[in-house]
């Protein structure tokens, strides 16, 4: 029988080491995405011969993603009906990358009732589009940053260290109060961003913000998985014209390498105003996500 142990501080660290193995360039295998959202998606995990799997509350059901690792396919998916047998639920897979919906539905004779949702669809953005928006089609993207800089000539890009922490965190805490949305999943991200700041080290994360006269106007943090960099949060001060395009284009620049060659800035979660914002800085592709139902 599988046994599911929650996520925490602690036993993430035990997991992340199988990021390394994931076949997707999604953002729900990220050290981030999972600890930040660890309880709202009751997230639990486990480990078995190489592979681990998640357990999770999607969409009002108990759902299981895919699993990464080198050990047996095979007699995980049999453990995982099993227990999905013995608790008296369906063997749902969320959060299921294209990569992965052959072998599911395929090999594993899955079923997938319903279009993937558009709002928790990925946008990967290519990482030399970011760091230079070159081109044409972000002209609008450099005159807020031409203004920004006309504005703000002794404006400064500086990464998180554990010296500037705290000033990040009041950062945030000023966001909260002066600018935080009424949706509470917006509440809920501001309350999680807050309590990721002290385990960027721990988490191997990296940040970095933007200050104006010493006062800190925008800030991001992501992390870095094989070939791609992923943003988990990133927030700006709107009072200061041009702030968002300036963060999303310093931190990637600054953040990225050789290596590097996409960038994951998440989901919209079906918020028209950040949608359209994300459609504006061209998206190489949207990663979708499905949900399928197997056969237990």
Excluded at 45 to 68: H, L, N, Q, W
Excluded at 206 to 219: E, K, R
Aim: with cysteine; charged share 25%.
């Amino acid at each position: 029988m599988l046994e599911f142990k929650p996520i925490n501080a602690e036993t993430i660290i035990k997991t992340s080491e199988y990021l390394k193995y994931k076949i997707s360039r999604t953002s729900d295998y990220t050290i981030g995405a999972m600890y930040m959202w660890r309880d709202f998606y009751d997230t639990h995990y486990t480990i078995y011969e190489g592979m681990i799997t998640y357990k999770v509350k999607f969409a009002g059901k108990t759902s299981f993603t895919f699993p990464a690792g080198t050990g047996p396919m095979d007699k995980l998916m049999d453990l995982l009906k099993s227990y999905c047998r013995q608790n008296k639920i369906p063997l749902w897979f969320c959060t299921v990358p294209e990569e992965a919906v052959p072998i599911l539905m395929d090999k594993y004779k899955g079923q997938m009732p319903e279009r993937a949702n558009r709002d928790w669809s990925d946008y990967l953005y290519l990482a030399e589009d970011l760091a230079n928006m070159a081109g044409r089609r972000y002209s609008g993207q450099r005159n807020h940053i031409n203004k920004f800089k006309r504005l703000y000539p002794n404006y400064s890009y500086e990464k998180f260290t554990k010296d500037n922490l705290d000033r990040v965190t009041q950062f945030l805490k000023d966001y909260q109060l002066n600018f935080s949305k009424n949706s509470s999943l917006a509440k809920e991200e501001l309350s999680r961003s807050l309590e990721l700041l002290p385990y960027m080290s721990k988490f191997n994360l990296i940040g970095g913000f933007i200050q104006v006269d010493d006062n800190i106007v925008a800030m991001s943090i992501g992390e870095i998985i094989n070939d791609t960099l992923y943003c988990h949060i990133e927030k700006a001060d709107r009072n200061y014209h041009g702030s968002y395009q300036m963060i999303v284009k310093e931190f990637v620049s600054n953040s990225i390498n050789d290596q590097i060659k996409y960038i994951n800035r998440e989901e919209d979660v079906g918020v028209e105003g950040l949608r359209k914002s994300k459609l504006s800085y061209h998206p190489y592709k949207l990663l979708e996500k499905h949900c399928i139902l197997i056969p237990s």
